[in-house]
């Protein structure tokens, strides 16, 4: 018999009730959170937890990096939308749909991926992989004209610091900024990254272009 007040293994609403309580824990926390605080928070017995999930790496991904269908498929349309416009809009629609999503997703889960990320190699694989393998790398891939693994690092950690300060520090006033007064102040930025000229190719092309010159 389980203990008072806690949900029985097979209840259609305890693996919601775990994955509710470690977004809130993970994001609190870190990616070491106690595994029985969660199960306690959630009103289920410890073993439910490993039930569900085997290891914290799985609870983890379902929990924070996992997204609702709904949003998965918003998340791709997103992606896809972006990838059709002209180049001229790549940098403002890049950043409009990042805060705009986690804005609606909830700073929480934002949290929980940089708190996890920043305090365990074993979270990194997960995150690593939704950053840079779910739609931001293979848009690069779409829209970059050279160099995109580069590219999409460099969008990643323009949009990654833009999310811890919104999100994880929240500071003023900068958390309270509109999506549209984003964009206008990291837009062109982040189009530079993704589809402009990198200070490096152009090192390079003074660099070739001094040769030649001397050459003459």
Same mark, same amino acid.
């Given at each position: 018999m389980s203990p008072r007040g806690r949900r029985p293994a097979g209840s259609p609403d305890a693996r919601e009730a775990i994955l509710a309580a470690a977004r809130t824990a993970f994001a609190r926390d870190?990616?070491?959170?106690s595994l029985r605080g969660i199960a306690r928070q959630a009103g289920v017995d410890p073993a439910l937890v490993h039930h569900y999930f085997p290891d914290r790496a799985s609870l983890f991904s379902a929990a924070v990096i996992s997204l609702s269908a709904g949003v998965q498929m918003d998340l791709g349309a997103r992606a896809a939308a972006v990838a059709r416009l002209p180049e001229q809009d790549i940098g403002a629609n890049l950043v409009r749909s990042f805060v705009s999503l986690w804005d609606e997703v909830g700073a929480d889960r934002f949290a929980a +991926? !940089?708190?996890a990320a920043t305090g365990s190699q074993d979270s990194l694989a997960p995150v690593a992989e939704f950053v840079f393998g779910g739609t931001l790398g293979p848009l690069m891939e779409r829209v970059s004209p050279d160099r995109p693994q580069l590219r999409t690092q460099l969008v990643a950690s323009q949009l990654i610091g833009m999310g811890l300060v919104r999100?994880? +520090?929240? /500071?003023?006033? !900068? /958390? /309270?900024? &509109? +999506? &549209?007064?984003? +964009?206008a102040l990291v837009g062109p930025t982040v189009h530079r990254y993704a589809v402009g000229r990198l200070a490096e190719d152009e090192t390079e092309e003074a660099a070739s272009q001094e040769d030649a010159d001397l050459n003459d």
């Open positions: 870190g990616y070491q959170t +991926v !940089f708190r999100w994880v +520090v929240r /500071a003023e006033p !900068f /958390a /309270a900024l &509109e +999506v &549209e007064e984003l +964009v």
